[in-house]
């Protein structure tokens, strides 16, 4: 008999017991592909947000542990585009506000006269005028999830504003948003002349050198601001990097309860084949063939809880990634390198919970397990 036929036989001997096996593992690899899927995917929201805008840097309070919490003087906007190469500057003020929805979104407030309002494509309505101080953009997929129009009117903080149109950006978390004027978001917020971060439009971007030499002369002028690069934010971010630790330490426990569950189905299957291995081994069977079968039994049941949970994963990361509470905050993120850092975790406990079965198994004395029962 083949040795795949024994190792099916053997699996499909005890049906329940490898079914669950396969589910705990398929499980801690949906774990893992939805929990880092979601980090790496509010990563990319916000970087992307900040691309589509044709940020090159951003500046905040340093120190400042999230963005949200920090808090410039609106004023030094002026001595921002005074260093060599800067070509703009927008000062920004964000917040993460409750609506009478139920939904919490970012607010952002925009100075009138910058260039973020260039980058917003409008879809319907039109851009407020200076005339319109308390008007209002929303994003198309905000405007979608609360049946917002354009003229509609919108209550924040017992203010109303009316929305002048609806926009589309490009990323998930910008089609999420309510931009405001400046002047009347500080005022909202109790705030004046206060921002909370700076966006920087530089004159040669895509020179390596150039860029290095602004970020540092900007560092040597203003030593109490953080310039980040827009590529590097989400890596400097410290409440990503906590989101980030987070999301792999979930996941790494999950797939160590897999390893354990492998090693428990395993070692059942050896005690309950005692006889039958000391029969394998009585007809010449080799140690090192027997081993060999217990191992891929347990990357069978691998193989089998990678392809189901891959499956699995992607479908809960589009599931959370569309609730209402955290759209316009992720953009999904499945990427192949994902897939296959899950997939080696699996196979790797596919065989790290056969090994001490199959060192059981090869030890087994054949005249004493033919008198096992």
């Known amino acids: 008999m083949r040795l795949i036929n024994i190792i099916l036989q053997n699996l499909s001997k005890r049906p329940l017991r490898s079914t ?34 044709d940020t090159h840097i951003l500046a905040y309070s340093a120190g400042s542990v999230e963005l949200l919490t920090g808090s410039m003087d609106e004023g030094l906007s002026d001595a921002l585009l005074q260093i060599d190469g800067v070509r703009d ?26 260039y973020l309002w260039q980058s917003l494509q409008i879809k319907e309505g039109h851009l407020p005028t200076l005339q319109e101080k308390q008007g209002a953009v929303i994003g198309r997929q905000l405007a979608k999830s609360i049946n917002i129009r354009p003229k509609d009117k919108i ?23 309510l931009i405001l004027f400046l002047p009347a978001f500080q005022e909202l917020l109790g705030r004046p002349g206060k921002v909370t971060a700076f966006n920087l439009r530089l004159e040669h971007p895509e ?38 630790a987070m999301a792999w330490s ?43 079968m217990i ?30 509470q955290v759209q316009g905050f992720i953009e999904p993120q499945i990427s192949l390198s994902l897939i296959l850092e899950v997939s080696a975790a699996a196979i790797f406990l596919g065989i790290a919970g056969s090994i001490y079965p199959a060192w059981r198994a090869v030890k087994l004395n054949p005249i004493d397990a033919l008198h096992y029962e």
């Open 89 to 114: 500057v927008a000062g920004e003020l964000i917040d993460l506000i409750s609506l009478d929805y139920g939904l919490a979104i970012l607010i952002s407030g925009w100075q009138p006269d910058c």
């Open 155 to 177: 209550t924040i903080r017992d203010q109303s504003f009316v929305v002048t149109g609806i926009f589309e950006q490009g990323s998930a978390m910008s089609d999420g948003m």
């Open 20 to 53: 669950l096996t396969t589910s705990g593992i398929a499980l801690a690899v949906a774990s893992f592909i939805a929990l880092v899927g979601l980090s790496r995917g509010l990563e990319y929201a916000w970087m992307k947000n900040l691309m589509d805008r």
């Open 207 to 244: 020179n390596f050198k150039n860029l290095e030499r602004v970020v540092k002369n900007l560092f040597n002028r203003f030593p109490e601001i953080q310039f980040t690069e827009t590529r590097q934010i989400t890596k400097n971010n410290k409440v990503l990097k906590i989101l980030r």
């Open 295 to 324: 191992v891929i039994e347990g990357l069978f049941m691998a193989t089998g809880g990678i392809l189901l949970g891959s499956g699995l994963g992607i479908g809960l990361l589009k599931w959370l990634a569309g609730l209402p």
């Open 250 to 292: 979930t996941s790494a426990i999950a797939l160590l309860m897999g390893l354990f569950m492998v090693l428990n189905t395993l070692m059942m299957s050896v005690n309950e084949r005692t006889r039958e291995i000391g029969i394998l081994s009585a007809i010449g069977w080799s140690s090192s063939r027997i081993l060999t």
